[in-house]
């Protein structure tokens, strides 16, 4: 018997389960899966920003980084100092008997050691969400995300992550929204042509 749909059942625990470093920041929230949305396109834009990387596996180890929580629940720094999550094993109990085990299991590897160019560039997209959500949190006046963005922007490793920390810390999270508000704002259909 298969276990595609046990397995793509599982993942999809990630969705309704809650990541718990915002109960000690005391705003926002998310589950895993939306924290590994935002690591696949991190790691997507600084595997273009380094090139000649391994994309594909890159995306893989951004994608499944965190799959383990779908049975060990999120730790965050202050529980992992009191617990210890099995997480490689948790793992390979997630992954076993699917036609690409091998594969996944590989993967999970490579993110613990840490030392591929890709392994360590999904490493910093880990961060580089959460950076992003403490810069938006930090604008929006919630002053204990700047401590905590001192604290992360040290993990980043990479001169690629470092240098997209730095633009992300140089940008407001609403720019985007607002690059053309003089003509969005006052002509909500958008500029006419007479």
């Known amino acids: 018997?298969?276990?595609?749909?046990?397995?793509?059942?599982?993942?999809?625990?990630?969705?309704?389960?809650?990541?718990?470093?915002?109960?000690?920041?005391?705003?926002?929230?998310?589950?895993?899966?939306?924290?590994?949305?935002?690591?696949?396109?991190?790691?997507?834009?600084?595997?273009?920003?380094?090139?000649?990387?391994?994309?594909?596996?890159?995306?893989?180890?951004?994608?499944?980084?965190?799959?383990?929580?779908?049975?060990?629940?999120?730790?965050?720094?202050?529980?992992?100092?009191?617990?210890?999550?099995?997480?490689?094993?948790?793992?390979?109990?997630?992954v076993r008997d699917l036609p690409f085990s091998e594969e996944l299991n590989s993967i999970k590897d490579e993110w613990l050691k840490g030392q591929s160019p890709e392994a360590q560039l999904a490493a910093d997209a880990d961060q580089l969400d959460m950076i992003l959500e403490l810069r938006r949190l930090s604008q929006h006046g919630w002053?204990?995300?700047?401590?905590?963005?001192?604290?992360?922007?040290?993990?980043?490793?990479t001169p690629e992550g470092q240098a997209l920390g730095q633009e992300i810390l140089s940008t407001g999270p609403d720019d985007w929204w607002f690059e053309r508000r003089d003509q969005l704002w006052i002509n909500p259909q958008g500029p006419t042509n007479k």
Do not use: C
Request: proline share 1%; no cysteine; aromatic share 12%.
């Open 1 to 94: 018997m298969s276990r595609l749909a046990d397995f793509l059942f599982e993942t999809a625990t990630l969705k309704r389960t809650p990541r718990t470093g915002y109960q000690f920041l005391g705003r926002g929230h998310e589950n895993v899966a939306e924290h590994s949305f935002g690591v696949i396109a991190l790691a997507y834009v600084l595997g273009r920003k380094r090139g000649q990387v391994n994309l594909e596996r890159l995306l893989l180890l951004a994608l499944f980084h965190d799959l383990a929580e779908a049975r060990t629940g999120d730790l965050n720094y202050v529980n992992k100092r009191y617990v210890t999550a099995h997480e490689k094993q948790a793992f390979e109990e997630a």
């Open 143 to 157: 002053k204990q995300a700047d401590q905590w963005l001192s604290y992360a922007t040290q993990r980043l490793k």
